[in-house]
């Protein structure tokens, strides 16, 4: 079946750093990939929405000077999260599809889960 | 606003005995409805999913919903619940604006032996 691989599942740095989340489609062409944030035991909270090719769409409330979202290829986006600091501790996950519309299959990464100390 | 409630924070049930999970939606039309399973670290697997048609929906590893759209619900059941169903449930709903899902607050499930 389609698998999205997220790396690295785990991650810690320093505050003030940047890091760099890559979320890929192994075996399809993700026309269009989601970025969601999950605190602990709570629900996932979408971010951004991206498309190939162009800018992604972020939803309120999310600065997209901080959270960098790039998705140059069929195959890949990367979201960057900028000078983190602790309060960006949290699980992002991000999900792929190849075609838009709810019937479409939408499959997800297994998480990373990053520590900003 | 469009809205997914999962009423229950935590559920503990015995193995072998039947689990019913709730979920309620708040939609300007029928909204698209999925369920999926999170376990700890992981990231999320589909279910099943409502779109059309028959309102009881069969999903993976035993699993059905019932769509009843009186009661603005999409709940989730299982008949007899084994050990390794101990995991996060979360239901979630979309409407016609592409793949965006609006996830509940999820749904704890432990199994006791």
């Known amino acids: 079946g389609a698998v999205v691989s997220q790396h690295p599942s785990r991650v810690i740095c320093k505050s003030g750093t940047s890091v760099k989340i890559e979320c890929r489609s192994l075996?399809?062409?993700?026309?269009?990939m989601f970025w969601y944030r999950q605190f602990p035991k709570q629900s996932l909270m979408l971010m951004a929405t991206?498309?190939?090719?162009?800018?992604?769409?972020?939803e309120q409330g999310v600065e997209k000077d901080k959270f960098l979202i790039n998705h140059a290829s069929l195959t890949l986006s990367t979201l960057t999260v900028t000078s983190a600091h602790p309060e960006d501790s949290s699980f992002y996950i991000c999900?792929?599809?190849?075609?838009?519309?709810?019937?479409?299959?939408?499959?997800f990464g297994n998480g990373t889960r990053l520590t900003v100390t | 606003a469009q809205s997914v409630t999962q009423p229950d924070i935590h559920i503990t049930v015995s193995e072998g005995a039947s689990l019913e999970l709730r979920c309620n939606y708040s939609?300007?039309?029928?909204?698209?409805l999925f369920w999926y399973v999170q376990s700890p670290g992981q990231g999320l697997q589909l279910l099943l999913k409502?779109?059309?048609?028959?309102?009881l929906v069969q999903g993976i590893k035993g699993f059905e919903a019932e769509f009843k759209r009186s009661q603005s619900s999409f709940n989730l059941r299982k008949p007899s619940v084994h050990w390794s169903d101990a995991a996060e449930y979360f239901c979630?709903?979309?409407?016609?604006?592409?793949?965006?899902?609006?996830f509940g607050g999820g749904t704890r499930v432990l199994v006791k032996p």
């Open positions: 999900s792929a599809t190849n075609r838009t519309g709810l019937n479409s299959p939408l499959h």
């Open positions: 075996d399809f062409q993700a026309t269009t």
């Open positions: 991206s498309n190939e090719g162009s800018k992604a769409t972020y």
């Open positions: 939609y300007g039309a029928t909204p698209y």
């Open positions: 409502y779109f059309s048609g028959d309102t």
């Open positions: 979630a709903g979309g409407g016609a604006a592409g793949n965006k899902l609006t």
